[in-house]
């Protein structure tokens, strides 16, 4: 699972092999969750949470949304789909 982004101890990774649509899962600091990226022009919308507060989650959506271009980018480099 490729890491994309490293932020306030976290890091967002894309599986390979994932299904659609392009989300991302973060990572760290005993929690995980998931956000649906919706490609190109956001914003990353939370799908799902494990034991991030509300007030983390915040903070990485918007951390999300300021990388969302290279975000999208990458989740279509990894998914490549004919």
Do not use: Q
């Amino acid at each position: 699972m490729p890491t994309i982004l490293r932020f306030d101890g976290l890091r967002a990774v894309i599986y390979p092999n994932d299904h659609r649509p392009a989300h991302v899962h973060v990572i760290g600091k005993g929690g995980e969750a998931v956000f649906i990226l919706n490609c190109p022009d956001g914003p990353p919308e939370l799908r799902e949470s494990y034991r991030f507060k509300s007030v983390e989650l915040n903070r990485i959506a918007s951390t999300l949304s300021d990388e969302l271009l290279a975000l999208c980018a990458k989740w279509s480099e990894i998914h490549v789909y004919y």
